[in-house]
């Protein structure tokens, strides 16, 4: 290959600006190799998001928007899909539309695919997709392992921790303790918000001074007072931030806690533990125990009780020269294993090596009858508006 050839890499978001979002402006804000040329896809199902508009990454990439309805034929939004990018385009897929374009045209495009789970929903597009992927990026150790276990002969699996921005670690005092608590949607059931007020009220019980900031989309004007429901330690709340406030926000914090069902790797839970504050979570399928060691670098609990956050909350408070130490472990772990600009080099390294494709099977992994080749889209909109107005059962 040409060291002068220039290789189109190519993201696809679908409009949500949480982790994944920030995992590739990360791979974009870092990229190093003159030879790749960034391209970002944003997704966006009207239905769903009838007013999104971009915020743009910016940076040295190009960015488009392609939109489309539910109620359209997927055979003809997937190719009108694959006409926004280049047949020689490698195509980094972080959800299930961009697996099925490349399923269901069986497109020649090299396939990168990031795990960013270990649950149920990221395993399930790894199955249905898996013929069609050249590299699986696996962002924990755990899901990298469980597969290699399963397919030590497959050669396409690696355990890949994404960029992280750094930041500073300020010493921190922990006489009153400042609860981060970070997420796109505060109010996402999986992020188990309602968790905090019981904790809150477990921490009132013990007398230990708390500052909660909650920072993310999620309430307006005095939506947060009456969800809290007391006036005890009532939350400053931030709104969503942008990358650059993050700096400001964990400044003001020296614990992170976000008592989440299931996660991967949060990237906020880097960004926080390189700021210097202290991880507080629960298991999450030992996704980050290389990185939230307990006691040395972190909490992590395996009965994710309010109480148990609170007698954790309260340890830290009543040794500060131990959390002081613990806070200096993380922000040095987490800035070395998650140094931006070696990741980056490394996810290059990958995408650069992969063998081009010449063939690849089709296979119709989503839709139902209406969403054939050889239906026409509007007849496909059409009836799909019938049943969406009259319930008619008949159509799928």
Known sequence: MSVYETIEVCHFLNGHRGGVYHVVRNLVHYSHDSRICNKIVYVIETERFPDWSPVSIGLDCSEIVFRYSRLENLNHVFR????????????????????GMVSHLGIPNRLIYFLHGNYAYYYGLLEKHLAQMDAVLCVSQRSYRQL??????????????????????????????????IAENLLDPNKGLSLVKEINS???????????????????????????????NLPIYYGYLEQSQLENFYAQANIFLLPS???????????????????????????????????????????????????????????????????????????????????????????INLTPVSTRRKAMVYGSRLDAWWVPNMASIFLRSLKSKWKILFFQ
């Open 202 to 232: 477990a921490m009132v019980g013990y007398s230990i001074p708390v500052v909660w900031h909650l920072a993310g989309n999620g309430f307006e004007g005095g939506d947060l007072e009456k969800w809290w429901g007391t006036k005890s």
């Open 148 to 181: 290699v276990e399963f397919r030590a002969l497959d050669t396409r699996f690696h355990h890949f921790r994404f960029p992280v921005k750094d930041f500073t670690a300020e010493k921190k005092n922990f006489s009153t303790l400042h609860i981060a608590v």
């Open 80 to 99: 009108r899909l694959a006409s926004t990018i280049s047949t020689k385009a490698i195509l980094v897929a972080h959800d299930w539309f961009e697996l």
């Open 261 to 351: 069902q299931n996660e991967g790797v949060p990237v906020t839970l880097v960004e926080s533990m390189k700021a210097g504050l202290i991880p507080v979570i629960a298991g999450w399928s030992d996704n980050v125990t290389d990185l939230v060691d307990n006691g040395r670098t972190g909490y992590i609990l395996e009965n994710s009780s309010p109480a148990s956050y609170a007698e954790i909350l309260m340890k830290i408070h009543q040794d500060p020269s131990q959390a002081s130490q613990i806070s200096l472990n993380a922000s040095s772990l987490s800035s070395d294993l998650y140094n931006p600009c070696k990741q980056v080099e490394e996810f290059e390294a990958y995408a």
